[in-house]
T-cell receptor
Framework: DTGVSQDPRHKITKRGQNVTFRCDPI?????LYWYRQTLGQGPEFLTY????????KSRLLSDRFSAERPKGSFSTLEIQRTEQGDSAMYLC???????????????FGSGTQLSVL | DAKTTQPNSMESNEEEPVHLPCNHS???????IHWYRQLPSQGPEYVIH???SNVNNRMASLAIAEDRKSSTLILHRATLRDAAVYYC??????????FGAGTILRVKS
């Protein structure tokens, strides 16, 4: 297993363009998370999926952001009409959720660094 | 989510032990204490977690105060590769991690 994979590693785009990021979690991990991190800050929770169901979305996730996880495997995060304030590292994490336990052991990818010019 | 307080930064000499403190005075009985670290240009990495008892693994030790209002992450022999941001996080049900700013650990050779 190669861990959580994110693509691309870096993305430079112009303001107003749409971008899409992909995350491939560790196989058989049923939970997948998206976080955003700006320089000097800890990661901020955006959303998470249990299999293909999106169970929670942060208020940080404006209507320009949409995330999907079709078939409960890989996930995509799309940002429409990007703004300079969207510039950040977008991190994906996965874990195996076992009912009745609190693991908290998430496996993170290396992230996608987005720069909006 | 219960809040944690950590020093902004700490410095250590290589091959010496490092004690990273975390205060969590509003912790509830069902909150687990987790530690993650983030090396430059990488995603966070799980280090250790515990509930009430002290815990050891190959990376570190976690010492939890008897009243659980504070904890300490112990790196027994710091190396240059341990230079990172260390996050102390409380988790109550589910697996959503809420990160603070963490402690920047600098290791001097």
């Amino acid at each position: 297993d190669t861990g959580v994979s994110q693509d691309p590693r870096h993305k430079i785009t112009k303001r107003g363009q749409n971008v899409t990021f992909r995350c491939d979690p560790i196989s058989e991990h049923n939970r997948l998370y998206w976080y955003r991190q700006t320089l000097g800050q800890g990661p901020e929770f955006l959303t998470y999926f249990q299999n293909e169901a999106q169970l929670e979305k942060s208020r940080l996730l404006s209507d320009r952001f949409s995330a999907e996880r079709p078939k409960g495997s890989f996930s995509t995060l799309e940002i429409q009409r990007t703004e300079q304030g969207d510039s950040a590292m977008y991190l994906c994490a996965s874990t195996e959720e076992v009912i009745g336990t609190v693991s908290g052991k998430l496996f993170f990818g290396s992230g996608t660094q987005l720069s909006v010019l | 989510d219960a809040k944690t307080t950590q020093p902004n930064s700490m410095e250590s000499n290589e091959e010496e032990p490092v004690h990273l403190p975390c205060n969590h005075s509003t912790i509830s009985g069902t909150d687990y204490i987790h530690w993650y670290r983030q090396l430059p240009s990488q995603g966070p990495e799980y280090v250790i977690h515990g509930l009430t008892s002290n815990v050891n693994n190959r990376m570190a030790s976690l010492a939890i105060a008897e009243d659980r209002k504070s904890s300490t992450l112990i790196l027994h022999r710091a190396t240059l590769r341990d230079a990172a941001v260390y996050y102390c996080i409380l988790i109550r049900g589910g697996n959503k991690l809420v990160f603070g700013a963490g402690t920047i650990l600098r290791v001097k050779s």
